[in-house]
Nanobody
Framework: QVRLVESGGGLVQPGGSLRLSCAVS????????AAWYRQAPGKQRELVGS???????TYADFVKGRFTISRDNIRRNMYLQMNSLETEDTAVYFC????????????WGRGTQVTVSS
């Protein structure tokens, strides 16, 4: 069974940076597109950005060039480098695959909390 473990979240001031990590096990990670998602309090989970097996990335409009997704197919890890963080980025961040249908997501992990506050 696929298992996802997110880490690296924390409390950071506006304008600061964080690097999130996602460890993937139980699947041949290198053949899948993957993505970072986030869910703010009282809001639905939303896509932050995605990365293909060959590391082509796309991002949501709200990222505005501040975030970078990368992956290490050998270690089966994925990363989200977040710079110039804003209070609106406060959310629980999750990693998962990037399927054509939401019903084909891997089991969700617990996520990692990112809080941007002064």
């Amino acid at each position: 069974q696929v298992r996802l473990v997110e880490s690296g979240g924390g409390l950071v001031q506006p304008g600061g940076s964080l690097r999130l990590s996602c460890a993937v096990s139980g699947t041949n990670f290198k053949i899948f597109s993957a993505a970072w998602y986030r869910q703010a309090p009282g809001k639905q989970r939303e896509l932050v950005g995605s990365i293909t097996p060959d590391a082509t990335t796309t991002y949501a409009d709200f990222v505005k060039g501040r975030f970078t997704i990368s992956r290490d197919n050998i270690r089966r890890n994925m990363y989200l480098q977040m710079n110039s963080l804003e209070t609106e980025d406060t959310a629980v961040y999750f990693c998962n695959n990037f399927p054509t249908s939401p019903s084909n997501h891997w089991p969700w992990g617990r996520g990692t909390q990112v809080t941007v506050s002064s």
